[in-house]
């Protein structure tokens, strides 16, 4: 099965905006077993789109075009898959009245251009859109299967998944199965884990198993994925090796599958009754916000303080401390705990003067936890790299650092982003 | 002068690495007034290619070919050019001797496969890498001349402002200016944008300009273009245009350009000597952590507190509170700002029950502005959308209702995000 992208419109061959939405496509139909050949952007304009989709069609079983399903002029993809299908466009009345209720459900009148939204090729199928007034479809150019889906992140990621995922998967005949298992890790690095974990395709059973990274700064995605007919058979092919995964990378493993760093944080605590509150500054606030993005409700994470610096924090907190430290940390960690009335506190500091620029320097990090039976663990980190890396390496630290200590792992191994001569 | 990026390599094709290259290159020429009219992206393979250097060299005037350089064997940019310009591969002895001393300076022997990389098309006019030991190099393929370039970040965004962009400029004979305006705004969706400005490309007098959206809500972003020879005229030509743009997204125009609504609250903040403290809950602590990362050095933002919900934000500003509301979000505002002994505070309260999921649904959004003189602002609205738009509009209006107050500007205009029966 050979698949192409096709990406459509002037922002994205402008590079005004990064294409992300090719590479999460690519990716997942990557995860799936499906190979992605070609990768095209035109912009808006019909006779790139003719050219476009009449080479697509003849290199590719199944070309995905993103973009160009909006309402306004420059979206032209219902009106140029019609006349590379040879049809008109016909209005779809069920999905214009889906478009009309969608506005009505905001109080509002739908714009008269909006319409357009839902004139769709003769004879195409249609692909729903459950959170966007663009509606997908498909229809056959040429030998090829066209999916038309739309350019907004969240409406191509949804439709990919739950509509044209499915769709290929049948159209590939063999009723495949495919199943992906995916360990996410902090502190070592793709090469670490690469050379760590080099022998464990060799050493499947019964049929092939790939592995593969995605670095996404701090963690690190390490996947596994087989396929089959069998499901049941894909899972015992696999557990063997996820073991041998699971021994190398140990600690380091944060989470699996649809898990988080943060889930398991927020379940270890539960798991206690417990609660928790976290002081930062350096951060932007994303140590406390990444906790409240996984505990909406506020069952276990109850309040966040985000100073400015050291001054602003521990006035905030009732503290007279002058300089950030360890045993700063440490009082900031039992001083949010003790105002909150939680039972974990956790308190991540980073300091000014990390100024090495994008890629270079260095910057260190103050990590603290308290417990309110008097623990408390200091974990101070010199992380290399520019500012955002530092910022983004000491969050994840601070977090996995709590992750470690509420499961009882060690919590000061060396990671691979640490200064060697770090204290 | 018609240029197409072809970027070339597994990593790139299969979506691991998202393609900021490609991004990076389609701005850079736009800026110098040279239109990219195409992307493509393969993979290593000799038959994709061929064909790729095939059409490209039909379809543009300037190719430039991104990676595929390397010492490795699935790098096959080298061979695959001399194929398509129908010529062997000779030996540059002076970049042989560059990659040797580049080793040598590090202390190693080089290791033999790097001699690939000085192994050049017969004719091809060499260019210069001071970065890296893959030097670029262009040749005729058919009638277009191609660049070919090195896939590392910082050696193909050196190469491309030092070696390409002058030769395609000397290539393209005229000096083409482009002109970009951006306006952000914030409230009205881009289908009405789209209608309250229809008529104004044809405003336009002494050549074109043109108009773009892009929604990345809850901002959108209005462009006009124009391109001409005279960077003066392009002014003189747009100026007309964009007032009557400013005259009529009026208030609802959160910046300009490279401003963005943080900047002009800080702004507006500083240039009154004033500083802000935020008191927010069911915001993931968005409005502090975007105003702190605006503002690394704290001159203005001075304390973020992030609660779970009423009661926690309450008792950590001491407040007795049992319910969000306007008044709540009011006596949050002036308390996070008298305890922090900043001029403004400012309240975002989202309270639970935003129940409507993905794209559907509504939730409440408490706003409120306190300044140390009295006076108080409240601004309460019912967001349409699931969760994550709620939460990400009313963070939005939240800081831009303090945009607001602060330029004198009208607070509560209805935006097209808010229920008509909103309270």
Redesign the interface.
């Given at each position: 099965m050979r698949i192409e992208i096709l990406?459509t419109g002037?922002?994205?061959?402008?590079?005004?905006?990064?294409?992300?939405n090719?590479?999460?496509?690519?990716?997942r139909l990557?995860e799936i077993g499906a190979d992605?050949?070609?990768?095209?952007?035109?912009?808006d304009d019909r006779k790139?789109l003719r050219?476009a989709f009449q080479?697509a069609s003849a290199?590719a079983d199944v070309v995905i075009v993103n973009g160009g399903l909006?309402?306004?002029v420059?979206d032209l993809s219902q009106e140029m898959a019609a006349e590379a299908a040879g049809v008109g466009l016909v209005l779809n009345e069920s999905w214009l009245e889906n478009i009309q209720s969608f506005y009505k459900?905001?109080?509002?009148e739908m714009?008269p251009?909006?319409r357009k939204q839902a004139m769709l090729p003769e004879g195409a199928e249609f692909i729903d859109n459950?959170?966007?007034t663009a509606c997908g479809f498909a229809i056959d150019i040429g030998n090829a299967r066209f999916f038309f889906t739309p350019g907004v992140p969240?409406e191509i990621r949804?439709m990919l998944d739950d509509q044209i995922i499915p769709r290929i998967l049948q159209m590939s005949g063999t009723q495949a199965k495919v199943r992906l298992k995916r360990f996410h890790s902090f502190g070592l690095g793709e090469s670490r884990v690469d050379e760590m974990l080099k022998d464990v395709e060799a050493m499947a059973i019964g049929g092939e198993v790939k592995l593969?990274f995605?670095a996404h700064y701090p963690e690190l995605e390490t996947k596994l994925f087989a396929r089959g007919t069998d499901p049941d058979e894909l899972i015992r092919r696999m557990a063997p090796i996820e073991k041998i995964i699971r021994d190398r990378l140990g600690p380091f493993i944060l989470a699996e599958d649809d898990e988080t760093l943060e889930s398991n944080v927020l379940n270890s605590i539960k798991s206690d009754n417990g609660t928790l509150a976290i002081a930062e500054f350096g951060t932007?606030?994303?140590a406390?916000?990444r906790m409240?993005?996984a505990?909406?409700?506020?069952f276990v994470?109850?309040?966040?303080?985000?100073?400015?610096?050291i001054n602003?924090l521990a006035s905030?907190l009732d503290l007279k401390l002058n300089e950030a430290s360890s045993a700063a940390a440490a009082a900031c960690a039992e001083a949010v705990m003790r105002?909150?009335g939680t039972t974990y506190g956790l308190a991540v500091l980073i300091p000014?003067g990390n100024e090495g620029g994008i890629g270079g320097g260095e910057g260190q990090v103050y990590i603290a936890i308290a417990k309110n039976d008097g623990t408390k663990i200091e974990r101070p980190a010199l992380i290399v790299g520019g500012k955002e890396r530092v910022r983004a390496g000491g969050v994840e630290m601070g977090l996995d650092c709590l992750r470690r200590a509420l499961q009882g792992l060690v919590t000061d191994d060396r990671i691979d982003f640490e200064k060697k001569d770090s204290v």
């Amino acid at each position: 099965m050979r698949i192409e992208i096709l990406c459509t419109g002037d922002e994205v061959l402008s590079g005004k905006t990064i294409n992300t939405n090719y590479s999460h496509m690519a990716r997942r139909l990557q995860e799936i077993g499906a190979d992605v050949i070609w990768g095209t952007t035109v912009g808006d304009d019909r006779k790139s789109l003719r050219a476009a989709f009449q080479q697509a069609s003849a290199r590719a079983d199944v070309v995905i075009v993103n973009g160009g399903l909006g309402p306004t002029v420059d979206d032209l993809s219902q009106e140029m898959a019609a006349e590379a299908a040879g049809v008109g466009l016909v209005l779809n009345e069920s999905w214009l009245e889906n478009i009309q209720s969608f506005y009505k459900a905001r109080g509002r009148e739908m714009p008269p251009n909006n319409r357009k939204q839902a004139m769709l090729p003769e004879g195409a199928e249609f692909i729903d859109n459950p959170v966007g007034t663009a509606c997908g479809f498909a229809i056959d150019i040429g030998n090829a299967r066209f999916f038309f889906t739309p350019g907004v992140p969240r409406e191509i990621r949804l439709m990919l998944d739950d509509q044209i995922i499915p769709r290929i998967l049948q159209m590939s005949g063999t009723q495949a199965k495919v199943r992906l298992k995916r360990f996410h890790s902090f502190g070592l690095g793709e090469s670490r884990v690469d050379e760590m974990l080099k022998d464990v395709e060799a050493m499947a059973i019964g049929g092939e198993v790939k592995l593969g990274f995605q670095a996404h700064y701090p963690e690190l995605e390490t996947k596994l994925f087989a396929r089959g007919t069998d499901p049941d058979e894909l899972i015992r092919r696999m557990a063997p090796i996820e073991k041998i995964i699971r021994d190398r990378l140990g600690p380091f493993i944060l989470a699996e599958d649809d898990e988080t760093l943060e889930s398991n944080v927020l379940n270890s605590i539960k798991s206690d009754n417990g609660t928790l509150a976290i002081a930062e500054f350096g951060t932007n606030g994303a140590a406390a916000s990444r906790m409240v993005a996984a505990d909406p409700d506020c069952f276990v994470f109850r309040r966040g303080v985000l100073g400015g610096d050291i001054n602003s924090l521990a006035s905030a907190l009732d503290l007279k401390l002058n300089e950030a430290s360890s045993a700063a940390a440490a009082a900031c960690a039992e001083a949010v705990m003790r105002a909150t009335g939680t039972t974990y506190g956790l308190a991540v500091l980073i300091p000014k003067g990390n100024e090495g620029g994008i890629g270079g320097g260095e910057g260190q990090v103050y990590i603290a936890i308290a417990k309110n039976d008097g623990t408390k663990i200091e974990r101070p980190a010199l992380i290399v790299g520019g500012k955002e890396r530092v910022r983004a390496g000491g969050v994840e630290m601070g977090l996995d650092c709590l992750r470690r200590a509420l499961q009882g792992l060690v919590t000061d191994d060396r990671i691979d982003f640490e200064k060697k001569d770090s204290v």
